[in-house]
């Protein structure tokens, strides 16, 4: 980011530091706060009963689960299932954004529709394709360059005026979906016992994503969580956190395809919505994570509170895991190197993202821990080994 995008965002996280406060101090969400914290806890603790469960549910809902250990193997899966197709569509998520799929399907010719409003914009920036935000992607970007950017992508003079652009936008996107049969999008949260997916958004792209003929969910294995109740704890309070709202505009449930029994209660599938539902479970080096890694609800208020995440944006984390939480998972979702290049010792190890984590991960404890690895791996600061050897030589590190 350049100097007057990180003001930008800057500014943007103020705004929602402020919203949000409003809110967080209020004693239903602190209840909220403990119930979420103990739900995550225990599901990370229970991991394989929970998957074991939830092959089970998804398999009576009539929904198709595809196990994947690894990125590659996501990839592969998903192309088996769209590789006929010419464009399709996708929501936010950044699980889909870990594995890589828009890459991907580049290399493959399939055109990939963003449906997000933030996320098109981004998409269609030629200078930087990478958020600032999980919940607000754009949020570097001045309405003046969003303008531009919009402008120059669609060959068309927008002004810069939110409500313009938001409706330009909008007009691109539904015309781009009325060649698309696919929707893929991700889950905030996955009850294991229910077989059911949970989805929380504002702008109702889901909705529309999840009547396509095909929807493809892409979720990692640490979304499970025991029942539907637990799941909606979960969303709710990822919403508070994220937006500074207590409920978002739509909160979807996916349980399987589309159906009907108002026939003499006979069962006729593929009513109005999608056809079929495939769900790809994705591990790629979750099982190996450290549990508290997992706990993380997606919220992202770790980054607006983040000192050095606020100099010098998203340089500090991995694709759209941001931050330090972001960079301590990309050890375990690639390796050593991988951390250490996504800023591993940028980290001041303040704590301030652990007192402001709705579920309280302790964050800069596992950035030292990974630090360690990184070390023994060869990966740490060439300034560093200097200090080392004159500790060792002269007693102190000058």
Excluded at 44 to 58: G, P
Excluded at 257 to 278: C, F, H, Q, W
């Amino acid at each position: 980011m350049n100097k007057d995008e990180l003001e930008t965002m800057r500014n943007s996280f103020q705004m929602l530091d402020e919203r949000r406060r409003e809110i967080l101090n209020d004693s239903r969400i602190k209840k909220l706060q403990e119930r979420v914290k103990k739900i995550r806890t225990e599901s990370m603790e229970n991991m394989e009963k929970l998957m074991e469960t939830a092959t089970k549910s998804f398999a009576e809902n009539d929904i198709q689960l595809i196990y994947a250990q690894d990125a590659s193997t996501a990839l592969k899966q998903i192309y088996e299932l769209i590789k006929k197709e010419k464009i399709v569509a996708k929501s936010k998520s950044n699980t889909v954004g870990e594995i890589g799929l828009s890459d991907f399907l580049k290399e493959k010719n399939v055109e990939l529709v963003e449906t997000d409003l933030g996320d098109r914009i981004v998409q269609l920036n030629p200078h930087d394709k990478r958020p600032a935000h999980p919940i607000g992607p754009a949020l570097h970007l001045k309405v003046e360059k969003i303008a531009k950017i919009i402008s120059e992508s669609l060959g068309v003079s927008v002004e810069p005026d939110p409500k313009t652009i938001m409706e330009l936008v909008k007009a691109n996107v539904l015309q781009e979906l009325e060649s698309c049969n696919i929707g893929i999008t991700g889950a905030n949260s996955v009850a294991a016992e229910d077989g059911s997916l949970i989805m929380v958004h504002n702008e109702g792209n889901i909705s529309l994503l999840s009547l396509m003929d095909t929807h493809i969910i892409v979720i990692g294995i640490d979304k499970l969580v025991s029942t539907i109740e637990d799941a909606i704890s979960v969303v709710k309070l990822e919403t508070a956190y994220a937006t500074g709202t207590r409920i978002p505009s739509y909160i979807n449930i996916i349980s399987g395809p589309s159906k009907t029994a108002d026939i003499e209660k006979k069962i006729l599938k593929n009513m109005y919505g999608a056809r079929k539902v495939v769900v790809i479970l994705l591990d790629n080096g979750r099982k190996k994570a450290i549990r508290e890694c997992l706990w993380c609800i997606g919220c992202g208020s770790c980054i607006v509170s983040c000192p050095v995440y606020n100099v010098v944006g998203h340089e500090f984390g991995y694709r759209g895991y941001l931050g330090g939480r972001g960079v301590a998972m990309s050890q375990f979702l690639e390796d050593e190197k991988t951390s250490y290049d996504s800023g591993l010792f940028m980290c001041t190890l303040c704590g301030l993202c652990t007192i402001e984590c709705p579920v309280g991960i302790s964050t800069n404890d596992i950035m030292e821990k990974i630090r360690c690895k990184s070390q023994e791996a060869g990966f740490y600061p060439r300034a560093h080994g200097k200090i080392r050897k004159n500790i060792k030589t002269k007693g102190k590190p000058f």
